[in-house]
Nanobody
Framework: QVQFVESGGGLVQPGGSLRLSCAASGSISRIYAMGWYRQAPGKQRELVASITNGGNTNYRDSMKGRFTISRDNAENTVYLQMNSLKAEDTNVYYC?????????WGQGTQVTVSS
């Protein structure tokens, strides 16, 4: 079993920045990819960004140049630096971790971009 501690969400004005973090713990033999999805009410969950344990990254097109994903493999922690935030970035953001044979999800953290 894997548990997550997510932090960093909150209310920010348009153009502002937030940094999300997600620390995984528990019975972890090996974590492959980690990343972030987001989901608005009534909509499907969509990929924001992912990063492999080798550091290869992947971003949704609308996030390229604004968001940066990173991870600390020793601490099993993934980060998402979000800059130039827009109202449409308002969502619940979920981290995940891929271990052998399954994916675990964090509990989600709310990000609200509003003036």
């Amino acid at each position: 079993q894997v548990q997550f501690v997510e932090s960093g969400g909150g209310l920010v004005q348009p153009g502002g920045s937030l940094r999300l973090s997600c620390a995984a713990s528990g019975s972890i033999s090996r974590i492959y990819a980690m990343g972030w999805y987001r989901q608005a009410p009534g909509k499907q969950r969509e990929l924001v960004a992912s990063i492999t344990n080798g550091g290869n990254t992947n971003y949704r097109d609308s996030m390229k140049g604004r968001f940066t994903i990173s991870r600390d493999n020793a601490e099993n922690t993934v980060y998402l630096q979000m800059n130039s935030l827009k109202a449409e970035d308002t969502n619940v953001y979920y981290c995940y971790a891929d271990v052998p044979s399954r994916r675990y999800w964090g509990q989600g953290t709310q990000v609200t971009v509003s003036s």
